[in-house]
């Protein structure tokens, strides 16, 4: 299994980044699938959950401004990130569950400055 996150980058306050997690080895429509973020200093914090059914949840520093979905022909899990604020700087991991079993993927690091 591997989980691949792609399209961390430096982006401008009040711009937009979508980050994509490549599933390999499992489906991901079949597991939570969740985006978490460490910033330095910090803990884990999970970010926002897309749930086999489909259903959504997100933590209340993103609600409203990011965006996670799931193309499940491609095996894709994206999250979309709109008017992004310095905060948002973070590793950003994707993560699957179901039942016992955990996946994390690598991270990738987005980082919003001027």
């Known amino acids: 299994v591997e989980l691949e996150e792609r399209g961390g980058g430096l982006v401008r306050p009040g711009g937009s980044r979508r980050l994509s997690c490549v599933v390999f080895g499992l489906i991901s429509r079949d597991h939570y699938m969740n985006w978490y973020r460490q910033s330095p200093g910090k803990q884990r914090e999970l970010v926002a959950t897309?749930?086999?059914?489909?259903?959504?949840d997100y933590s209340e520093p993103v609600k409203d401004r990011f965006t996670v979905s799931r193309d499940d022909p491609k095996n894709i899990v994206y999250l979309q990130m709109n008017n992004l604020i310095p905060d948002d700087t973070a590793v950003y991991y994707c993560?699957?569950?179901?039942?016992?079993?955990?996946?994390w993927g690598q991270g990738t690091q987005v980082t919003v400055s001027w």
């Open positions: 897309i749930a086999p059914d489909e259903t959504t």
């Open positions: 993560h699957a569950r179901r039942g016992k079993n955990t996946y």
